[in-house]
């Protein structure tokens, strides 16, 4: 088992940046791939970005590509999302969530294990 926390979230204005973390807990953290995903109110959840176990891949959505950055430290057993140049069309809830397989990556029901979420609203 591994139970995943985020953190982070929060207002932010159109233009600004947040650092999204998620805390892990159980089984030995490098053994997964961490992805991070969003669910806008309405709307299908999306992909945002994932990471390999050790860090030396990663892959993003078009829509974020250029503006955020996973990266995870195995010794702390943490992911993290750095977000900037954030748009209103970035505002949902960001779940953390982990696999132990690279393949489909971006999707939702390939992974084995989530956070709680977190809200992120940005105003325009």
């Known amino acids: 088992q591994v139970q995943l926390v985020e953190s982070g979230g929060g207002l932010v204005q159109a233009g600004g940046s947040l650092r999204l973390s998620c805390a892990a807990s159980?089984?030995?953290?490098?053994?997964?791939?961490m992805g991070w995903f969003r669910q806008a109110p309405g709307k299908d959840s999306e992909f945002v970005t994932a990471i390999s176990w050790t860090g030396g891949s990663t892959y993003y959505a078009d829509s974020v590509k250029g503006r955020f950055t996973i990266s995870r430290d195995n010794a702390k057993n943490t992911v993290y999302l750095q977000m900037n140049s954030l748009k209103p069309e970035d505002t949902a809830v960001y779940y953390c969530?982990?696999?132990?397989?690279?393949?489909?990556?971006?999707?939702?029901?390939?992974?084995?294990?989530w956070g709680q979420g977190t809200q992120v609203t940005v105003s325009s």
């Open positions: 969530a982990a696999r132990t397989s690279v393949l489909r990556l971006t999707t939702w029901d390939e992974y084995d294990y």
């Open positions: 159980g089984r030995t953290f490098s053994s997964y791939v």
